[in-house]
């Protein structure tokens, strides 16, 4: 593969596994999981992984966060009518905007995921939900 090669959702999720992030498939429209157990389906293993995406090849990459992966996740949302970037305005407000230039990834609906080692003071946080300041985060366990 050249430069110039675009790499794969498979690949993606291939190269995940090997670096030790457990992953599962999700539905494109809905980002709910394929695999009946959701995250807890989630794996490392390359012939399960590549059998998720043989099944689902438009899948995207889900990634379980807290415990399962390590990783602690702020999901940053937009507007749903004027596409206003809310979570990214919320951390500008409060002075972290300096989080943006941290590791993290675009979503379809043009919001953001920021990812954070799940230790130290991410430790144990839980998922939660705020459509009014546009920011949720992925941890352990149920929103609160």
């Known amino acids: 593969m050249n430069d110039q090669t675009p790499i794969t959702t498979l690949q993606l999720a291939l190269d995940l596994a090997a670096k030790g992030f457990p992953v599962f498939p999700c539905i494109p429209a809905t980002k709910g999981p394929y695999s009946p157990n959701g995250f807890k389906d989630a794996s490392k293993d390359p012939d399960t992984v590549a059998s998720y995406w043989a099944q689902h090849p438009r899948a995207l990459i889900g990634i379980p966060t807290g415990r399962a992966s390590g990783l602690f996740a702020l999901d940053l949302d937009t507007h749903d009518n004027t596409g206003e ?58 929103p609160s």
């Open 85 to 142: 970037a809310l979570g990214e305005a919320w951390l500008a407000r409060v002075g972290l905007a300096d989080l943006l230039n941290g590791p993290g990834a675009a979503t379809p609906s043009g919001g953001r995921h920021l990812y954070f080692r799940a230790d130290g003071l991410a430790e144990g946080l839980r998922n939660t939900t705020n459509k009014a300041l546009g920011v949720d985060t992925r941890g352990d366990g149920r």
